[in-house]
């Protein structure tokens, strides 16, 4: 008997920053990486990125055996020159990372997607599939 269970709540710090996120006017990548405090059960704001590239993203900011929320503008060139910028929610969850902390993403996953009000939503395991060259292939389909 699985229930959709939101696990941890959505403050009003982090919904107005995925609309600011959204609605931003910039003309690079970014991220906006959100994250859980087990103790509070509450979604958190660890990192708004500005100007990141997926490899710098992967490298630098986001902790390999922890799960994080990304919220990620990509800045995509397309074959008869037009540029667009899709949107995407990505959810890092690596295998081994502890079995409470996957529950509680799992579990806050598709109230923080409703509230992101994204359509565009990726499930990596493992920081090495985070790539350029993945994302496109994504978002070409």
Request: negative net charge; aromatic residues 8%.
């Amino acid at each position: 008997m699985s229930h959709n269970v939101k696990v941890c709540d959505i403050g009003d710090d982090v919904k107005e920053a995925l609309k600011k996120f959204r609605f931003r006017k910039s003309e690079t990548n970014a991220a906006l990486i959100l994250k859980v405090d087990r103790e509070k059960q509450l979604i958190r704001i660890e990192d708004l990125i500005e100007d990141v590239s997926l490899d710098d993203l992967r490298e630098t900011h986001l902790p390999s055996h922890q799960p994080r929320f990304v919220v990620y503008c990509y800045r995509m060139e397309h074959a008869d020159g037009r540029v667009s910028f899709p949107m995407c929610f990505i959810f890092i969850t690596p295998r081994d990372s502890q079995m409470e902390l996957q529950i509680m993403y799992a579990g806050t996953k598709l109230a923080l997607q409703k509230e992101a009000d994204l359509t565009r939503v990726y499930e990596v395991r493992e920081l090495d599939e985070l790539t350029e060259e993945w994302l496109q292939e994504k978002l070409s389909k």
